[in-house]
């Protein structure tokens, strides 16, 4: 996957010295980029591997459902603060993943911080349970369980 | 209007909601009952604001200048990825120094495993 | 262009920083920083004959032009104390050879004295400034790491509180910074004589004057000199003594520059005030060494006189008066060092330091006893040591201004600093000897050689003021007639 | 329970990079934009910092075996070396030299010795900061 | 108008800092204060980004990124500190 | 704005002052601190403020703020820096050598 | 050059002591010094007849020619007697020392002090420079303090010492500053240019202040009322400087300098009533205690005291004729100076003898109490010969040459009545009527000396040794004095017209003639003149308040000891101690608020004072830019940030805030186009907050100052006023545009030095100095701060120096 960035980066580079323009500037470079996008698209299966950017697009999912939630969890946030009355039950409770490595905990550990009202507040010592602050446990730990199975197989999607 | 024009008051209009985010949440860092509750106003709403300001700037930079600002990008990114990560510090210290969870809270399923079942030693202050 | 100015000052920096590198090689750190401060020394010996044959040197760093660029001047004022200092500190260095021990070398002690010098020096050497300022801090920065080198309880405490003084003296220094740049638009010190010289130095200038006389009061112990005694009297004995050395004199130095060169027209307001504190410093520094029972704190207030003397001067303002306060700066910056390295070593035989519990060194150290003599006899002026010619002139000074209050008071003080240091002889040298055979310690020989050095000097300038009376007089006319600094700096066509 | 700082180390290790790179273009860019020796220095230096959070001291002193102490020195060396320059050439203390260049393949460049002195500033800065840093969290 | 919604919104945001500025001052535990101290950060972020719209230039945009990371450092140290009350640890104390 | 500087400055330094004047070395550190902020504020304030633009040649059009007060401004706050770092440090070993960071409990002569 | 010699010569013997000291163990070193006033009493003899011809010599050596300050000698009649005084009793003493002095005591000391007394004597008399002479003057005072402290292990010695000291350098310095008027008036330090140009002088306001400076100096030296305190204690050094320095020479460098300076001063009304009034007073007062003194060389020193307030008082009495100038019939009135020179030989032949004597009887007996001493004439008959002669001469008796300046010292007090000058017709009475009962006294205390030793019962269980007569060494000179005692008074013309005359024409150098000057001396006129008539009322009341001294010696015992001279002395002393103590220990009481007290109300006072006194404040706010909302609410944050400080109850939340104002100062930087302090404020900020975590993690929470209320609000209007102050100075230099600002300069910035950014070109180019500089600040705060935690105390071994 690498691979295949570098060498779209230098068809940009090469796209950007070939127009010879004077006044070359980011936009010329974009524009070999997606020359060159265009270029491995058409190539990959003639080399035989996955095209790179349907795991790029991947992650560009992994990221638009972060900010999504970000939206929904700030927006449930500011709901529950400018209630009249607050009415909300906090607490803690654990959740077991089945992802392993590093990277996948870290990033399930982000996505769920920012799942609406849901902080972690620790990791198990062998990466496998998850401590969750709940802002509302009665209403919210059922939609986080719900929403961490989403999480994690976006995530083995990218990964795997 | 030209159709830029539309674009900057967009991108005027994403930081002014960004800026009505961050009142309501520094609102909510008053208003809510205890440390971890306020760590989720602090590290969503606070996050969203800032994002949506960033964007809104990036925008108009963008458009009106012409101007591609990639420290902006790299602070957006920035952000958004540190911003759960110390959220998630902050209320893991709090837990771990024994800041108590507002009364009324529900169920605690780190305390067994922090500071096991003893009462009194889990007598927080 | 004249590069050579700039050397007093970079090149002890630069063989400090070497000397971080040879942390362990305590011999080779020892020979550079003696030799370092030879060659400067030997430097500012070259640059007072540049002076002489070409008048006032200047060094535009970066080739820029006063008054836009940072510079270097030397004038005989500024390559004096240069020399002095580098002088005074080469000497002191040879006491700390044999005195400082392992455990202070190794922690850098020679990098931060070499600091402290260049600090010192490009106070002295500085036509800028703001760029005096930031002298002040590197001077002030090594004597604070000087200060705490050791850590002991005390230590610790005085240097905290010597810190904070200092802090509010930077800080009281930006301000009057703030203050003018607000008003004049500019930091090159000749800049300034000439805009204020164009306006005649209104009141509001001769406002601003006075937060640099309030800033450099502090620095030079004058009337504000409550720091002084405590944080003089904590850290090692070499240490001390390149304090009461050359710290305060560099506060003096930046009045005599500020009140002659920059803001000279309001002597009324500026010189009377001056005159008023110095007065009252003196007092206060005869009260305090009358009050001491120790021997530290006696010649702290003896520092503290002598500045209270030597702005006498600047206060009376004659040419008279300017070259004996040039004098009596170069002897009180000798003889001071020399006293401090007494007093320190009279605490390391002894181990005490209350005057009545010493008694009869000069029966087992009879050299050294005689060496205290003199100092003794040049601080309190008595001829034909350093402190000589410099009292003279000042009072001449007086005498033809009509000062006769700061007359008596510079000269009464030479009184009371004859009784505290005589009350020191009489008490711990003479009597009968506290030390028997076997527990006397001997005097290193290279504090002894120090000390003869340090004699050495007194006597020669006492006895050969006259080898230097060329370069003070020239110094003396410069600090009247500040038209011949602007002159150098702003309408020399080079 | 122990701590399990799996979260943080990761995303450290990412976030480190964009700090040493933002460094770097601060060091660069304080020429014609806000930047410089002492804030491209400070900022780099954080990023050590950064590490020395993260992780403990041996750690990080493994990766990065060097005496602080040293690169400061270093850094003050190369600050005051490249004003002692000027003075092989007889040209005023600090001088610096600055021009265009043409070199093989890159072009015509500036090339100035600023760029060393910033260096120095640089290497002062971050060497400063973590003997600092370092000297009192190794403190007892 | 454009420029009226940017005075506006810096304006809220300056609210927010103040208001942040209360819980810094007000507490109770030190978490509260650390998480304020965030978000007046994170707050300033956004100011900082409003500013260089009205003042017309790129020169503030490094400080964005500068605030991003410091506040993200110092809340680890914060954090670090609350925790374990030292923030650079030794091998041995872990 | 600049008289409204000039007076957050004065308060500035008034708080300042109270601190500095008190027995603890703690406060007497953070007064330090705020005279600082003070007069670096000031210095910027009596070289004019928005009388011009950012000093970037290049990426503005109308003349220039005056750059130098922000020059010196840099020194002194590095200055400032490397002072309270070393303030600090010395504080706290005070601290841990005395026993106390109370001024008045710390005595003062140090013939005592 | 043998004048420059004679300087010399002593100063180069003292530096070569130790070497003979060390060669040549065995032999007294006193024999090698002795050849050094010997030689130089012959040379300087040999210049006699020339003197008396009445030529003087001078010589110039440069010293420091630029301030005037040169080495000029000048031998003249003056000078002349003072150098054969010192030369000659210095040889006698040094001699009657190797016999007194045994060779356990460190000789080496003893002689070097002595030779550099003896130089440094000839200094002061030969030097025509008042700046040299002052060199040689404080040589004088420093010698004599180690002289006087020989016996340094005697708590007595050095009590003595140090007042000796004190009070001599004192004198020495007002002397000093008196020197520095006659130079600003004169333009020279030269005493001769100066007298050739009197009128300037005497024209100028300095001339009385001078005159009473150096007075001053004169009068402390000579010990006189009240300065004449130092002298009896003087007496701790070994007798043969207490007859060399404290009775022959030292103490008449005073006199030396009234003398010499008389042609300056001396007819003036002020010097008039000053030299001779104190002089008078002194004479009386010296002979009214020696009498109740019980130490013989206590009595002596009294005794000496007032001597030398007879010659002190002859001096200003001659001082007159210089108002009345030159004319035959107030020549008469120069002889009360003829009769101050003459005495002043007189005395130091008598009474160098005596305490040569006194010498003798200490050494041989071991005590100089008179309550112990009695008997000894037959026992040291030798000894009895020198105390009578003495003590008669003293006395003014026939046939000793004491007789002859005492009568003379009558006629002048007589005389002076007189005139109708310087109120003298209301006032010239004193004088005689003085003089003529201080006479008394001093006969009483002759007798005394002569009664008390020699006669009477001997009581040996209360003397130390057994007495017996001297060693003929020790005898030798005090003999060679008497001699000297009776011969002038057989031949006083030749003493007069050889060594007297020439020194009236020092002093009178306006005066024509100085034969004129010159009296014929006769010990009897051919009829009972006014003088004779005294000198027998002298003997017979003397005689009589001798017999009757047990009697109305408790008189003595009238005057409270609190208010002796010594007493009164001692108490400015003490209580200038113990009041110095008392101040300072109060306001540096070592507490840093106090201190940052004083220095802020200096501040306020100095700053806010002159603001006001000067009216400098202005404010115009008209000129200011707009100020926005969202900048109200940031200064509105950081006085609220800053306020709470205050009254935050925890470190952390203080240093948060402080991090919060930092963090605002940071935008402040950004609102005000600034975007390289906004960076680095912000970095800074947070570094620094992270380092006040870091120091203070040990910390407690923040006590609550224990404070009174009264402190409180002290301290609130003190930081109230301060802020205010800096404040109002702000705004009036906003006011102030009269300059434009350099950096104008710097906006070239790219084209100068290839910069787009003007700060950092400024940083790194312009002021690049400043950058190096303070990179290396901050070098020196990491290695301080690496010094700070890794060098500590170690424990159980504290470091004597830091005791
Ligand atoms: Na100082
Ligand atoms: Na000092």
Redesign the pocket.
Known sequence: MFGQFILNLFIAALWFLLKDDPNASFSTFVAGFFIGIFILYAMHRFFGIQFYLRRVLKVIKLILLLIQELILSSLSVLKQVLQPQLNITPGIFTYETRLRGDWEITVLALLLTLTPGSVVMEVSEDGSVFYIHAMDIEESKETVLKSIGKFEQAILEVTE | MSVNQLIELLAALLILFGAVISVISAFGMIRLPDVYTRSHAATKSATLSVLSCLLGAFIYFWIHDGFVSIRLILGIVFVFITAPVAGHLVCRAAYRSRVPLAEGSGEDALKPVLFGNDESENDMK | MNNIIVLPMIVPIITAIFLVFLRDSIKLQRIISLITMVFVAVVSIVLLQLIQTEGILRLDFSGWAPPFGILFVADSFAVLLVLTASIVTAICLIYAFSTIGPRHERMFFYPFVLLLVAGVNGSFLTGDIFNLFVCFEVM?LA?FALIALGGEKFQLREALKYVLI?IV?SWMFLLALAYLYGTLKTLNMAHISQRVAEVGQEPILTLVSLVFLIVFAL?AGLLLFFWLPGSYSVPPTVVQALFAAL??KV?IYALFRTFTLMFPFDPEVTHTLIGIMAGLTIIAGCMGALSGHDVRTIATYNVVIGVGFILLALAIGTEEAMAGAVYYLIHDMIAKALLFLIIGTMVFLTGEIVVKNMSGLIRNYPLFGWLYFIVMCALVGIPPLSGFIGKVLIGQGAVETGSYVLLALGFGSSVIVLYSLLRIFLASFFGETSISEDDKKPIPRGAMVSFMLFALCIVGLGVGAEGIAVYVNDAAYTLVNPSVYVDAILNANE | MKVNDVILKTVVRMVVFIVLTFGMYLFFAGHNAPGGGFIGGLVLGSAIVLLYLTYDIETVHKGMPFDFKKVAALGVLLATGTAIGSLFFDAPFLTQTDGYFTIPILGEKHLSTVVLFEAGVALTVIGTLVTIILSISEDE | MINTILNMSLFLFMIAIAISLFRVIKGPSLPDRAIALDTIGVNLISAIAIVSIVLKTKAFLEAILILGILSFIGTIAFSKYIERGVIVERKSAD | MESLMIILVGILVAIATYLILSRSVFRVIMGTAILSHAVHLLLLTVGGLKKGDVPIIGQADEAFTDALPQALILTAIVISFAVTAFLLVLAYRMYLTNGTDDFSQLGGKSDE | MIVAFSIMLPFIAAALIPFIYRRFKNIHLGWFVLVVPAVLFTLLASYIPRIANGETFVKTYEWIPTFGINITTYLDGLSMIFSLLITGVGSLVILYSIFYLSTKESLHHFYCYLLLFMGAMLGVVLSDNLMVLYVFWELTSVSSFLLIAFWHHRKASRAGARKAMIITVSGGVAMLAGFLMLYVASGTFSIREIIANLEVVQASALFVPAMLLVLLGAFTKSAQFPFHIWLPDAMEAPTPVSAYLHSATMVKAGIYLVARTTPIFGGHEVWFWTVSGVGILTLFWGSFNAVKQFDLKALLAYSTISQLGLIMSLFGLGSAALHLGYASDTVIYTQATFAALFHLINHSTFKGALFMMVGIVDHEVGTRDIRRLGGLMALMPFTFTIAVIGSFSMAGLPPFNGFLSKEMFFAATVNIMQLNIFSLDNFGLIFPVVAWIASIFTFVYCAIIVMRTFFGKIQPDRLEKPPHEAPIGMLISPYILITFVVGIFIFPNVLGHYILQPAMASIYPMFPSSEELTPHIAAWHGYINTELWMTFGVIVFGILLYRTLKKWRPMYQIFPQKYTFNAIYERIIGSGESYSSRITNRYMNGHLSYYFIYIYVFFIAVLAGYALYADVLSWDPSKDSAIEPYELILVFVMVFAAGAILFAKQRITVVLLNGVLGYSVAFFFVLFRAPDLALTQLVVESITTALFLLAFKYLPKIQPEKVSNSIKITKAMISIAVGATVTLIGLAVMNYDKFEPISAYFEDAYNLAGGKNIVNTILGDFRAFDTMLEVVVLFIAGLGVYTLIKLKAKKGDTDVESK
């Open positions: 002030l004597s200092n003296a620095k710290l305060t506060g």
